[in-house]
């Protein structure tokens, strides 16, 4: 596997030995699922700031909703329910 040479400070490696000892795994893996986790958080962060913006519009929230409830019909479309 390729890689590159990233500095980190004393605490974040000993931090990053301890979980990978944990878990047995190796610093690389550990850190790999911490940057890819990060990016998700990130991710999530954004999308709920984008939809806080959209809330404080009551339009464009309104069309939101509605463009929501469309989709939710779909989900039954060409399905008889079975209860």
Do not use: F
């Amino acid at each position: 596997m390729s890689g590159t040479t990233v500095r980190v400070s004393k605490r974040s490696a000993e931090i990053l030995k301890k979980i990978a000892k944990e878990q047995g795994k190796s610093l690389q893996k550990v850190l790999d699922e911490a940057v890819e986790e990060h990016r998700r958080t990130l991710i999530l962060k954004e999308a709920n700031s984008a939809y806080a913006r959209l809330k404080k519009d009551p339009a464009l929230w309104d069309e939101e909703k509605l463009e929501r409830d469309l989709w939710a019909e779909t989900l039954t479309d060409g399905r008889e329910d079975s209860y």
